[in-house]
Nanobody
């Protein structure tokens, strides 16, 4: 079992940047592949980033590649999402998630069903 708490969201202007944090507690953090998703009301949750257990491998969808950077600090039990060049369409609730599963390809983790634990989310609002 692991608990996830996101923070760092807020209201920012388009073109700005933001760093989201996901602090974890419970079982050994390095045991989990971590991911970030976002959701807009009325739409499905969208995958935006994932990082392997040791932080050596990351993966992003084309829609955010180059603007989003996921990282983790296993000593601090925290995963981060740096978002740059924010756009109004980035407005969403951002969730971090932990996967205890083991799939060979990092691309497997785009699927939210791969994740066992979720945080409560943090709101990001981008004004134009």
């Amino acid at each position: 079992q692991v608990q996830l708490v996101e923070s760092g969201g807020g209201l920012v202007q388009a073109g700005g940047s933001l760093r989201l944090y996901c602090a974890t507690s419970g079982r050994t953090f390095s045991f989990y592949t971590m991911g970030w998703f976002r959701q807009v009301p009325g739409k499905e949750r969208e995958f935006v980033a994932t990082i392997s257990r040791d932080g050596s491998v990351t993966y992003y969808p084309d829609s955010v590649k180059g603007r989003f950077t996921i990282s983790r600090d296993n000593a601090k039990n925290t995963v981060y999402l740096q978002i740059g060049s924010l756009k109004p369409e980035d407005t969403a609730v951002y969730y971090c998630a932990a996967s205890a599963g083991i799939w060979q390809a990092i691309t497997e983790y785009v699927n939210e069903d791969r994740y066992n634990f979720w945080g409560q989310g943090t709101q990001v609002t981008v004004s134009s």
